[in-house]
């Protein structure tokens, strides 16, 4: 059952992601490196994890997609369709908001319900987190990994003066 479950959302995401991109993303332009790229970068970068990451999973770059890649890296989330939906959660507890997540949260909560707690769990680790999902992630291609991770990773403080 699951596995009919999984392949419509699969329908869902790959008619919904190409409106997203044409329509929401169309003042965005696609990052200027490719996966083959990517591994050329300093061992320990951003750019070189990216680059790993493509190649472990067998994926292709999706033009104007490449930030949501990088979010993969840097929240830890995996690459299935309960992860993908965690992500969201994730994401949505981080600040960002759009239409294409909500939908994504909603449906995905509705039609893969049996992960509900690991769905909030992220949703408390997007809130933990300094608010990342508005950064241009190209233009950091070339910083360290580790230290990018670890800073996004610590919550912001308000300093009381």
Known sequence: MKKIRVQFLLFVYDKTQKLYRKYC???KRQWQFN?????????DSLGRKLG???KKHG???????????????ITGCGTSFEDEIAMQYLLLGNGKLNAHLL??????????PEYGKMYIKAYKKGQ????FHRWDFEELLWQNFDHLNDFIQQKETIALH
């Open 128 to 131: 933990h987190m300094r608010e």
């Open 103 to 112: 939908a994504a949260v909603i449906l995905g909560t509705f039609i893969l």
């Open 52 to 54: 790993e990451f493509y």
């Open 35 to 43: 996966e083959r790229q990517l591994l050329e970068f300093k061992e």
């Open 59 to 73: 994926f292709s770059m999706i033009p104007k997609m490449e930030n949501h890649d990088v979010h993969h890296l």
């Open 25 to 27: 993303k169309k003042k």
